[in-house]
């Protein structure tokens, strides 16, 4: 059986789609300007009540990232203040993680599909996977769910985006 | 480097999420019973005007996990007619989903990351891919894209679901 490599199977991932989302912010910045309101209003925006705001989703989506490349690779996570304002510093965060992800060494990721990842909860027992299991129905379902739910609140917002720029 | 399949890297994903989408279904028809609404009317909503409704979300989730599965295999791609109308025969639509891509051999993955992929467009030349590129920057996106689309409809109409049922 041929095979790839979990650094291939997450990094790659990770970088193109955080890069797609610091387009979709310029375009957020673009249309805000067009329609006349502050960028920074989109940071509250929710697409229910009860769901987490603009802001928590890009950070969580940055957190998902660094946490499962960090995890992987058996290194300490970086750890970011959640103190973001304003949409440059959003976008900020974005390179930020990006450009994490991205120094971590490929040999760093050997053996990882078998490594033991725990995550701990804000209640109950921690969680436990081995490292493919943690990248394939952990790390990027959580990724993927702030992401799209970070251009789904764009999209409701009236940004112009389209698939291909979700894809990139 | 020890490394992962190709099928590890999809099929997998691909089923469980899948199976994650009919617990939502099950919640959205146990809110609509509770709301005394008719459970079909989900199947238009909208999180914009210019996005394709929660019929369209599930049926193309649907054509990305079996598209991708049978390209990656080299298998013909299972057409599905695209005609459901109710709740009951989207849900129908994603358990047929799920089990082709859990009915495709794990030997048949076998060199996919290297196969020629060739994607069709509307307009313009057809997109070309290696199969690890199609899987990891085309596939997967696309599906996530959809997935997470249906679920943000059922959290914006109000059906109590949470990141536990996101990821299943």
Redesign the interface.
Known sequence: ?????????SV??FA??LDNMLNWLEAAKAHAEARKFPADNYLTLR??PD?LPFTKQIQIASDSAKGCVARLAGQEIPKYEDSEATLAELAERIRKTRDYVLSVP??A??????REITIPRRSGEPLKFDG?NYL???A???F??HV??T??LL??A?VPLG?ND???
């Open positions: 059986m041929t095979t790839i490599s979990m650094h291939a199977a790659p991932v193109k789609m697409l229910a769901m490929v040999a990721f050997e053996g990882s599909e078998g493919l394939r129905h952990f990027t379902p959580n993927y769910f799209t739910t251009y789904a999209r409701h009236g698939k979700y894809l990139g």
